[in-house]
């Protein structure tokens, strides 16, 4: 071999590297004068027109910020006027960690007021990072043409009812999803169906219909009576404190005609009152059977039964 003949005294070996990792082949090429040191992927010049791939002084091949696509086989070939020499062929394997979609941000349930402006940000990571997308029940409000990458933000203007959202992230490992509430805080509907049963001379039943069209449910309604036959007294009265959409009212006035409306509360304050209803209280000494009662006739203007009310009247503040 001709002094100066250029020889590789350091050959590329074999490397294993992560994905977006930096990688640097080895290639020590000796001879007179110094020789050139270009490299070969898979038999073809390298890129170095790629910002990431370099060709430095030191003839070694670096790198950066490695890609899928960079998985090949190099060698370096070093040359100078007496000839060339190729050094031994070494492969780079890019290992691609993969991972399933997890979310990193996930909004949590949100109140506003009637007409709000919210603003609903959705993060996922995973690898591959995954698709984002935000819908409502079964409508999607992403649609397909350009989906966000690991960020969503659901832009809502002027909410004025109580909605369920679902963000989705979803790479070829998987989906996941994330519900949230929007609730928007609001009053609650006056009460309906308001009926009354069970009447004797001085007690009634009440029952409603429960709200089920408020996301934000009753916690308590208030009774309003007063009764309207002349000579009875017209003093509004109230019971409070109710749970339950049933009610008996006690301490009535017997053969007299009554006015009731409900009232129901939650966390942001009171409804509306009910629609009326006007109900007449029994005769005195109307017959009620109670247990363990045995009637006597003689005694049937003498005996009147009052049933113990489960709600005791409380004045409720204002």
Not at 189 to 209: D, F, K, N
Not at 252 to 267: D, E, G, H, I
Request: charged share 20%.
């Amino acid at each position: 071999m001709l002094h100066g003949y250029p020889r590789i005294e350091t050959h590329p070996k074999l490397r294993s590297v992560e994905k977006d990792r930096s990688v640097l082949l080895q290639c020590d090429a000796k001879g007179d004068p110094k020789p050139t040191v270009i490299w070969l992927k898979d038999g073809l010049p390298v890129d170095t027109s790629d910002p990431r791939i370099q060709v430095m002084e030191s003839g070694y091949l670096q790198i950066l910020n490695s890609q899928e696509s960079d998985e090949a086989t190099y060698e370096c070939v070093a040359e100078n006027e007496h000839g060339v020499a190729y050094s031994y062929r070494a492969m780079i394997y890019i290992k691609v960690r993969r991972i399933a979609p997890k979310f990193t941000r996930a909004p949590e349930d949100t109140r506003v007021m009637p007409g709000s402006d919210v603003n609903l940000t959705c993060v996922a990571v995973g690898s591959p990072m995954p698709y984002v997308k935000w819908r409502q029940a079964a409508q999607d409000l992403t649609g397909d043409d350009n989906i966000p990458i690991g960020k969503n933000i659901l832009q809502l203007t002027n909410v004025v009812e109580s909605k369920n959202y679902t963000c989705e992230a979803s790479s070829d490992l998987g989906n996941i999803e994330h519900h949230v509430q929007v609730i928007v805080d609001a009053l609650p509907h006056p009460p309906t169906g308001l009926r009354g049963s069970e009447v004797t001379a001085s007690t009634i039943r009440l029952t409603w219909e429960r709200d089920t069209k408020s996301l934000d449910k009753p916690h308590s309604y208030t009774v309003y009576y007063r009764a309207l036959t002349s000579g009875a007294g017209g003093r509004m009265q109230e019971v409070s404190g109710i749970t339950r959409p049933v009610v008996t009212i006690g301490q009535l006035r017997a053969f007299t005609r009554y006015s009731f409306q409900v009232v129901a509360f939650n966390k942001m304050g009171r409804s509306r009152h009910s629609d009326a209803i006007e109900v007449v209280t029994g005769e005195l000494g109307q017959y009620v059977p109670t247990p363990h009662h045995h009637h006597h006739p003689a005694q049937q203007h003498h005996c009147h039964h009052h049933i113990t009310l489960p709600v005791s009247p409380t004045p409720h503040p204002h």
